[in-house]
């Protein structure tokens, strides 16, 4: 008796099928799980104790963030106006927070304190 399946090759196709079905959830579970740790890493109640040079950035309008000396980057959404000065080294305290920027730079912070190093 003739199948329907084996009229449209789906014998054949099958193991192919398969296999760039397997792919894809690869994919879908890789990119799952690199979400879920950067959301872990990014707990709006935890602090970030850092050092790092605040930095000038002509895009988007202009705005100052801080280059951690971890190599992060931190965009404080109150970053106090005697700080923003390019190239002063400070250390500072910050929580993420769920705020989303157009700067596309770095990690959304707020300053909970700031110092400048000498």
């Not at 879920?36 to 602090?47: P, R, V």
């Not at 109150?78 to 769920?98: C, H, I, S, W, Y």
Request: charged fraction near 20%.
């Amino acid at each position: 008796m003739l199948r329907l399946a084996d009229l449209l090759g789906w014998k054949l196709m099958s193991s192919k099928l398969w296999a760039i079905l397997m792919i894809g959830v690869a994919f879908v579970l890789i990119g799952a799980f690199a979400l879920s740790a950067q959301f872990t890493a990014n707990d709006e109640h935890a602090e970030i104790h850092e050092k790092g040079t605040v930095t000038y950035l002509s895009f988007e309008g202009g705005f100052y963030g801080i280059v951690g000396d971890d190599g992060k980057h931190y965009d404080p959404i109150n970053m106090p106006q005697e700080f923003k000065v390019a190239g002063l080294r400070v250390r500072f305290t910050a929580n993420f927070t769920d705020y989303m920027s157009y700067h596309m730079w770095g990690y959304v912070v707020r300053l909970v304190s700031i110092e400048r190093l000498s």
